[in-house]
DNA sequence: GCCGATTTGTCCGTATGTATC
DNA sequence: CGATACATACGGACAAATCGG
């Protein structure tokens, strides 16, 4: 499963560390008995190390050690990763989730679309709009834009399915980074159409730009979600960008 | 200013980006030219491009190179960064920017609080309640939980001014790392008695937790933001977490 | 289709610096 | 002061992917 070696280590850290073998506050073996335990260099250790910090599990500590900072979810309601995706949060629920394809047409991206999206004017394009069912009730309703020389032979009927299985399994096109836009605006008429508010007068919209491995744009979608069925966790550290930190 | 190398071969190849020296979509001199640029290892190259890849710069390409994904902003209306923070959106709009201290305390963390924010119970704390305002306008309200322990001798001086300066310089502790979560919530009666919500119900909600350098939870915060000054930017990787990008 | 050059990806060993206790 | 632990940096080796001839 795992292709590297320093990957294999992450993993394996990483569940020790979800199955609370080491412990939240506690410091991890350190790196010299690391090396000896996964039979490594020192680098491989710190690169498996340095991932899980990315993703706010430990934090080295300069002449003390690796803490742990992970806490299990229950404990402080705090939960790790991205976006919660249409699928996890069902999963998580045990909720079943149906896909409605709303509209599927093909257009040519112009001046506005363009600024929009950051596909370039003239690129031809798929222009999809799906609605998120949990039990029945509408939560959240996409627009997907999908470069159609890039994205080939899309259906209504994938669309309905799984349009990322389709990419990777059948293109065999990988993805490798997705830049995302948060924000809260005002309902529109299409969004009161599809999805049940409640009384609300907002939701939570996110919209995202994808490249492929080639760093080509793909996909631009916005995901407009209903506000009580939206969360979004995310870890910050320190060198990425210091101004975060720098709340008045 | 740069500690270390590779942090300065960082900063050069940000600046380049951003000044479109290096343009979007184009490839980056490759890693061995970078290396007698800089004079360093290759290892030192590899560390900085790295991080330009962590805040969605660029992106490497096996066998071919490392392409530039950076769009400046006016082209594609995506900024890149984390939270803007309220100095930062407040400077980028050219508002004046004002804090005001609405509620000054001292508590101590029972089970419910606990369970909230990740302080032991029983923890001394400082409850802070703040107003931030925009040329007069007050856009978000927040509310910060510190360790007393940790965070020693605050005033409400002190909170309306710049907490984090007081903790960076005066105290000389560093900062290290954030977990946040975003979330949509109805306004509460607390919020429509700060804030001019106009006709809005609901509001963007930023709860975080902070750790200093030594691993250990001295913030748990609050900031609850009017929808129209609020905006969240991420780029997400791929290995970071595969299932970020499992839509379905 | 193959080969070789280029470029990134993974891994190793070592040396030196810095912080903690 | 010395032992321990993480941080930075260097140099080298081989693998995997891409591209052009």
Do not use: W
């Not at 690129?123 to 949990?134: M, V």
């Amino acid at each position: 499963m795992a292709k590297s070696k320093y990957e294999s280590i992450y993993r394996d850290l990483k569940e020790r560390i979800e199955g609370e073998e080491y412990e939240y506050q506690t410091i991890l073996p350190s790196e010299n008995t690391l090396i000896k335990t996964y039979d490594c260099s020192r680098n491989t250790v710190r690169r498996a190390l340095a991932q899980l910090a990315e993703i706010g599990y430990v934090q080295a500590i300069n002449g003390v050690g690796v803490r742990v900072v992970y806490q299990p979810v229950d404990k402080a309601s705090f939960v790790i990763g991205g976006i919660e995706t249409f699928k996890e949060s069902a999963t998580r629920n045990k909720l079943k989730s149906t896909t409605e394809v709303v509209l599927f047409a093909e257009i040519v991206a112009d001046a506005r679309v363009a600024k929009r999206s950051g596909f370039k004017e003239g690129t031809e394009l798929y222009y999809i709009q799906r609605l998120r069912k949990l039990d029945g009730k509408p939560c959240i309703l996409d627009i997907n834009l999908f470069d159609k020389s890039i994205v080939t032979g899309l259906t209504k009927e994938i669309a309905s399915k799984s349009i990322y299985e389709y990419i990777e399994n059948e293109l065999n096109m990988e993805i490798s980074m997705s830049k995302r836009k948060m924000t809260v605006e005002r309902v529109t008429q299409v969004d009161s159409m599809y999805l049940s508010l409640g009384d609300s007068n907002c939701l939570a919209v996110v919209s995202s730009q994808t490249f492929n491995k080639k760093g080509l744009l793909f996909e631009y979608t916005q995901s407009r979600h209903v506000p009580e069925y939206f969360c979004f966790m995310d870890t910050a550290v320190r060198h990425k960008d210091v101004d975060l930190f720098k709340q008045v």
